[in-house]
């Protein structure tokens, strides 16, 4: 049995999924559904790599140096692993050496690998989520879902799309055009051919998520990649390789397909990477500046996802305790360091309707602290929902933000024996007046909130859809009981191509967006040009060549 026929079920099935946008998942997210052992063994091969060299990768050539400066932010201490450094030209060299096999590769055969290469990720989700832990600072529960199932989600849904989308038309046929008495008939060929080299560079909060929809998009459509990671990050991706590579060499075929590019703070290589001619496809997931450049690039595919000014619209609710809760969870979830967490809170001077009574403002403010040092301070979920800061930045962030407006929150370092040696910030909440706009007009990474007293809901409004228009948006979430007010809201933020949340309560929060349903970023507005994932994020991979040829 070929790996197409044994995962055959699976891709079929996604893309039912994909077609109907509802809920699935051939990964469990919950780590209880998987082997009780896998805890244990996991951690203990996450362990025995510190210090080590990884020498689980194939490699174009030996004569590579090793490098490596991760370091945990749980522990502050290096993680001493070493990972083979190749230069540019070398990766691409090989990269090209490889490219016209998987070009000829059968597309059912690229499929069945990739498939083939999710299930021996899946084996190692414990592993992985312990790497993930010390490198991005993330919860272990929330490492264990976002670089175990969830990115497995991601990664099978940008597959079985392009899956999907190279075998949309017939490979041959022959073609007849009637001409009286006589036919002409030609034998057209239909062709998805490959654009060439692709280059994934990854970020350091969500190395695994965010890196392998464009890596598995490109290897369906047939293009060879090289995937370079953040210097800080590079472990949790550095399996995905080895488990593609792996799953690549058993089927007879060259590994270097996909490969690790690695690299330093001090010899940072992505530039080269994308600036090199034989580069034809850029992803990027990372901060404005040079996304903005990848995006000007010349004769190259890109696609990328950077920063944004996620707002909450709140105009009027059945349960503001439900709400702020709701919120609150939200913007302590990884400290905010995520792509999707809200920043800027958007509340009407004249106070929030909740049924028929008037909330003022500043019960709403009140309310919303109260709901976030909740979360802070909860003994079993407070310090495991904040998690530790990916780098030093990020605090620094927060510190120079404290004159941005009225302090209604103080951050702190989180106060738990556990993250005693680990670099954390609880969240800061800063009030400011809607005519402030320089306070709260870009991006603030992390765990900075800003509670904004606008003149009423339509400036609330106006503002949101002028910050997603200019600055990028990635998430939105607004609360309203009037149907007439919902639809401005909607109508308003589809002009800024911004999807909206409304009313979320309870156990789901605006952060969250799920495969096979969700796109991830609408790709219209300046947080970034690509979605996770339409059918336009795996046809631009490839393009359809068809010859003709005069049936004799």
Not at 146 to 172: C, I, W
Not at 279 to 303: C, P, Q
Not at 422 to 441: G, H, K, M, R
């Amino acid at each position: 049995m070929s790996l197409f026929e044994k995962h055959q079920p699976l891709i079929e099935r996604a893309i039912q999924a994909i077609q109907e946008r509802t809920f699935y998942t051939p990964y469990p997210e919950h780590h209880k559904a998987y082997p009780e052992e896998g805890m244990a063994t996991g951690k203990a091969a996450f362990e025995q790599q510190l210090g080590q060299p990884f020498n689980g990768l194939a490699s174009a050539n030996d004569d590579a140096c090793w490098v490596g400066e991760e370091m945990s932010p749980y522990t502050l201490q290096p993680l001493g692993i070493t990972y083979p450094a190749h230069a540019t030209e070398a990766l691409i060299a090989a990269a090209n050496e490889v490219k016209k096999a998987w070009k000829n590769t059968s597309i059912a055969t690229r499929a069945g690998i990739l498939a083939e290469a999710l299930d021996r990720i899946q084996s190692r989700y414990f592993e992985m989520a312990h790497a993930t832990v010390h490198t991005t600072g993330q919860s272990f529960m929330m490492a264990f879902q976002a670089s175990g199932p969830h990115a497995n989600d991601r990664a099978l849904e940008a597959m079985v799309l392009g899956y999907q989308e190279l075998t949309r038309f017939p490979k041959e046929v022959a073609w007849q055009k009637p001409m009286g008495k006589f036919n002409i008939t030609l034998n057209k060929t239909f062709t998805p051919v490959p654009k060439g080299i692709g280059v994934v560079i990854g970020c350091s909060t969500f190395p695994v998520w965010n890196s392998v929809p464009g890596i598995f998009a490109n290897l369906i459509a047939g293009n060879p990649v090289v995937v370079k990671p953040h210097p800080k990050a590079i472990l949790p991706i550095a399996i995905v390789v080895e488990e593609l590579q792996g799953v690549l060499q058993e089927e007879g075929i060259n590994p270097l397909i996909v490969q690790l590019a690695v690299d330093t703070h001090k010899k940072l290589i992505a530039k080269e990477l994308v600036d090199h001619p034989d580069v034809a496809l850029v992803d990027y997931t990372g901060g404005t500046e040079f996304g903005m450049y990848v995006e000007g690039l010349r004769n190259k595919t890109v696609f990328t996802e950077k920063a944004g000014v996620n707002s909450v619209i709140i105009d009027s609710v059945n349960d503001l305790n439900a709400v702020v809760q709701n919120l609150a969870f939200s913007v302590c979830l990884y400290s905010g360091q995520m792509c999707t967490a809200p920043q800027n809170f958007f509340i009407p001077a004249t106070g929030v309707k909740e049924g028929d009574a008037i909330i003022p403002f500043e019960e709403v403010v009140a309310r919303f602290k109260q709901a976030v040092e909740g979360v802070v301070q909860h003994p079993k979920m407070g310090a495991g929902t904040l998690a530790a800061l990916q780098n030093e930045e990020t605090l620094f962030r927060v510190n120079r933000s404290k004159n941005l407006g009225v302090p209604v929150l103080e951050p702190n370092a989180i106060n738990n024996a556990e993250y005693e040696q680990a670099l954390t910030c609880t969240p800061s909440i800063l009030q400011v007046n809607s005519n402030d706009e320089a306070a709260f007009a870009s991006e603030l990474f992390g765990p900075i909130v800003m509670l904004i007293k606008t003149t009423d809901t339509n400036e609330s409004i106006a503002l949101a859809q002028r910050m997603a228009r200019t600055k990028g948006a990635i998430t939105c979430a607004a609360y309203t009981t009037d149907d007439a007010v919902e639809a401005q809201i909607r109508e308003a933020m589809e002009e800024a191509f911004t999807p909206v949340s409304f009313n979320l309560t309870g156990f789901i929060w605006v952060n969250q967006a799920a495969a096979f349903s969700d796109f991830h970023v609408t790709g219209g507005n300046p947080a970034g040009n690509a979605s996770f994932t339409n059918p336009e994020y795996v046809n631009k991979r490839f393009v359809w060549v068809g010859h003709r040829k005069l049936a004799q």
